[in-house]
């Protein structure tokens, strides 16, 4: 069963792993729970096998992938508001940067779906990897970073869950049925089936029927952070980078280029929590491009919004019933300070498979996702205040 459909269970079909090892809620996202047994089926779909066996924390190359490889210099949130503020001969110009997208088709052979979700919301997947991260191996896409963005009813919010690359949970057999049907690291999905076996994942466990999805390259967003003139991060703490040329980031709000963002949200090591830290930078550099990509400076400037615009589009991959001018047209009225930033709760780390996993907590999980399909997230927001990342 999925996350959104357990209740207390006993454990079942895992290793016996240490208890979390991130205590505060604020940074991990996490309920105040004691662990608690990862999913064991998706939506629709019966127990776990067990655990795989034969991959390691990077699971092996995508094999079904998009059928054409350009890096996607986009951030997703930032291209939908702009677009949206055009006036004057815009829906042309929308209809011709609408055309400039590569599309795919990512539901294909995806059955058994969630409900429909509530009139007049939205739910995207997005997913991100970092194709010329030094520390990754060279290939085809990989989902290093899983988000599903809520839209409301009210079109006036967007939540952005962020689900952790390490969450062990229910895999679905894949479309030849030799990898998965058991728990596995959930961006496994892209590596055994595709994009479309990883919609399924993510159905599956939060029981979300998700509308559209879009790819996104953080290794390929360097223009378009330039096209800006770059953007403002609040640096957490003082960290020199593993990269090359070791670059050093001091504590504080620093102006960065589209090479030195890259480079800082690239890192990992540096940091107690690891890629809960790289999520949160993430997320932080996602609401910088969109406030810069909307403040004055660049709306009034149309050279650079332009560059800006067809930089994006020509490099994003979208479902094949994406369409720009609508969806745009939701999203009109967000700015940076309409985003509201979470991640899926989890019971903190330990050891699955012979791997280093993040633990789902299920049933904290499984209230946060019910307040998605029922489109009430605002109140599950305050109400649970302790974990919602304020950017």
């Known amino acids: 069963m999925s996350a959104h459909e357990m209740g207390a269970r006993p454990a079942s079909?895992?290793?016996?792993?240490?208890?979390?090892?991130?205590?505060?809620?604020?940074?991990?996202?996490?309920?105040?729970?004691?662990?608690?047994?990862?999913?064991?089926?998706?939506?629709?779909?019966?127990?776990?096998?067990?655990?795989?066996?034969?991959?390691?924390?990077?699971?092996?190359?995508?094999?079904?992938?998009?059928?054409?490889?350009?890096?996607?210099?986009?951030?997703?949130?930032?291209?939908?508001?702009?677009?949206?503020?055009?006036?004057?001969?815009?829906?042309?110009?929308?209809?011709?940067?609408?055309?400039?997208m590569e599309r795919d088709d990512f539901f294909a052979g995806v059955g058994d779906r969630p409900p429909a979700a509530a009139a007049g919301s939205l739910n995207i997947l997005l997913l991100g990897s970092d194709s010329r991260d030094p520390d990754g191996s060279d290939g085809p896409y990989r989902a290093d970073t899983i988000m599903v963005m809520h839209i409301p009813s009210s079109h006036d919010q967007a939540y952005l869950i962020s689900i952790p690359r390490d969450l062990w949970i229910y895999v679905p057999p894949n479309a030849d049925g030799t990898r998965g049907g058991h728990e596995a690291k959930v961006n496994a999905s892209t590596a055994w089936g595709g994009v479309p076996l990883m919609v399924q994942t993510i159905e599956g466990y939060t029981g979300v029927r998700l509308d559209h999805v879009m790819m996104i390259d953080f290794g390929g967003f360097v223009e378009v952070t330039d096209?800006?003139?770059?953007?403002?991060?609040?640096?957490?703490?003082?960290?020199?980078?593993?990269?090359?040329?070791?670059?050093?980031?001091?504590?504080?709000?620093?102006?960065?280029?589209g090479e030195e963002a890259l480079d800082y949200i690239r890192q990992r090591y540096q940091f107690a929590d690891g890629d809960f830290t790289r999520m949160r930078n993430q997320q932080q550099f996602l609401r910088a491009l969109m406030d810069k990509a909307t403040d004055t400076g660049t709306l009034a400037n149309p050279a650079k919004l332009n560059a800006f615009l067809q930089t994006a589009t020509s490099t994003l991959t979208v479902d094949e019933d994406f369409a720009l001018v609508g969806t745009?047209?939701?999203?009109?009225?967000?700015?940076?300070?309409?985003?509201?930033?979470l991640t899926s709760p989890h019971a903190g780390t330990g050891w699955a498979g012979g791997q280093s996993v993040v633990f789902s907590d299920d049933e904290g999980a499984a209230r946060l996702y019910q307040a998605v399909r029922e489109d009430r997230i605002a109140q599950w927001v305050v109400d649970n205040p302790d974990l919602v990342r304020d950017g």
Do not use: C, W
Request: glycine content about 14%; cysteine-free.
């Open 328 to 341: 745009a047209h939701k999203f009109r009225h967000l700015r940076g300070h309409n985003l509201t930033f």
């Open 227 to 257: 096209a800006l003139g770059g953007v403002e991060m609040d640096i957490e703490q003082t960290i020199t980078s593993i990269h090359h040329p070791n670059r050093t980031f001091e504590q504080g709000r620093q102006h960065l280029d």
């Open 13 to 100: 079909g895992r290793a016996a792993v240490p208890g979390p090892s991130h205590s505060d809620a604020h940074i991990s996202g996490r309920a105040s729970v004691p662990v608690s047994p990862p999913n064991a089926g998706g939506y629709g779909y019966g127990g776990s096998d067990g655990p795989p066996g034969g991959y390691d924390d990077h699971p092996p190359a995508l094999t079904a992938a998009p059928r054409r490889r350009r890096r996607a210099k986009v951030i997703v949130l930032s291209v939908l508001l702009v677009v949206a503020l055009l006036v004057g001969g815009g829906l042309l110009y929308l209809r011709g940067l609408d055309n400039n």
